[in-house]
């Protein structure tokens, strides 16, 4: 089943030839703010009391991936009188943030999808599709891990590999596949500098990508679980 099921947020937004989606917006939707995101936090949490441990979430499907699984329902929030509007740069008010809960069984956590990103992706996967169904296999070229390969992106009709803007950075993330023809973004460059510069206790076989969200409200949609190997930053798996 394709990634493709996943990306089904209906925005409209424009397209630049060099990267997959552009930053000049609206100032309410540059970049996530704090106090918003703490008071949704404390609206979450109160409702997971007021409800006997349930949380503000749609239902998705059992095999969405865990940084898109748990969207936040802020109907509900409303309903219960814990929020007034959802936040001015969220999807729902007009903005570019899917929030979204992650560890919602241990310590549920209100984070953010960028879904400039959601829209970019989606427009290569129709590309990634079209490739698929002419030539009954998905663009898979040279191996960049296990499960992880790079797209024959010429064959695609693209002039360059594709990379997409980092929601963390000014960075351009590469954009790589898996064998189910699923496109992944990879975060290591995001990942690195933390490694670097933040103490931390993950261990091998630990999932990195909660580096990210240890220290940024971003969470890193679309991406294959990290670990550290003998120190070095490695794809675990290309399972999302």
């Not at 002419?134 to 992880?148: D, S, Y």
């Not at 990379?163 to 064998?179: A, F, G, H, R, W």
């Not at 023809?181 to 103490?199: F, S, T, W």
Request: net charge negative; proline share 8%.
């Amino acid at each position: 089943m394709k990634l493709l099921k996943w990306l089904s947020i209906p925005a409209v937004l424009f397209m630049l030839t060099g990267c997959l989606y552009p930053q000049s917006e609206l100032k309410k939707n540059n970049a996530t703010n704090q106090e918003q995101l703490e008071s949704v936090q404390t609206a979450v949490s109160q409702y997971k009391e007021q409800e006997s441990g349930l949380l503000p979430i749609k239902t998705k499907e059992e095999d969405t991936p865990p940084f898109l699984k748990y969207p936040l329902d802020f109907s509900k929030l409303r309903e219960s009188g814990l929020i007034g509007e959802a936040p001015g740069n969220s999807f729902e008010n007009g903005g570019h943030y899917q929030y979204v809960i992650i560890n919602p069984d241990e310590d549920p956590t209100v984070k953010v999808v960028d879904l400039r990103m959601t829209e970019a992706l989606r427009s290569l996967q129709l590309k990634v599709d079209f490739y698929e169904n002419e030539n009954e296999f998905p663009p898979l070229n040279n191996k960049i891990a296990k499960g992880v390969y790079d797209l024959k992106y010429e064959e695609m009709g693209l002039e360059s590999a594709p990379t997409i803007d980092s929601p963390y950075s000014d960075q351009k993330l590469p954009v790589y596949i898996n064998e189910r023809g699923e496109l992944l973004v990879d975060y290591r460059k995001e990942i690195y500098p933390l490694l670097e510069e933040e103490e931390h206790s993950y261990e091998e076989g630990d999932d990195l990508r909660y580096f990210l969200t240890d220290h940024t409200p971003i969470a890193p949609a679309y991406s294959p679980p990290y670990t550290l190997e003998d120190g070095e930053l490695v794809f675990m798996s290309a399972d999302s």
